[in-house]
């Protein structure tokens, strides 16, 4: 099928499909007319994607371990027990990440309080009612 058709099928921009391709998530085979031809398990492969985008997963680590993802219910599951091992790595990057952000929250949250405290009394010794 074409990329038009696979676009259609599978909800994504002809562009995603293309970025994707370039990424090593689809290879699809060329036709002499330099058109790309696409399978239909390229469907699949596209919602696997999906999935593991959704996931937080970057494009880097989706084309490593996509051939060893199996069906699993609603998700995916890894095959091979060293792709498992590098899932559980990007999940704890994940958490330091996420630690990360939570303590700059905190930081800004506090710069903010400090500012919206320091405009009440400043508007509160020249006479300002401060709501």
Not at 12 to 36: D, H, I, K, V
Not at 39 to 48: G, I, L, M, N, Y
Not at 82 to 99: K, P, Q, S, V, Y
Not at 108 to 129: F, H, M, N, P
């Amino acid at each position: 099928m074409r990329i038009g058709e696979l676009a259609r099928r599978t909800g994504m921009s002809t562009r995603a499909l293309r970025y994707y391709e370039e990424q090593g998530l689809l290879r699809p085979a060329r036709r002499a007319s330099g058109y790309r031809e696409f399978a239909e398990s390229d469907v699949e492969s596209v919602r696997r994607v999906r999935i593991l985008l959704a996931a937080g997963l970057p494009t880097r680590i989706i084309a490593e371990v996509l051939p060893c993802m199996v069906e699993s219910g609603r998700y995916l599951a890894p095959a091979c027990d060293e792709m498992a091992r590098d899932l559980r790595a990007e999940l704890e990057r994940m958490n330091r990440e996420i630690d990360e952000r939570r303590a700059a929250r905190s930081i800004l949250e506090e710069i903010l309080a400090a500012e919206a405290r320091d405009a009440a009394v400043g508007a509160g010794r020249s006479g300002i009612a401060v709501a």
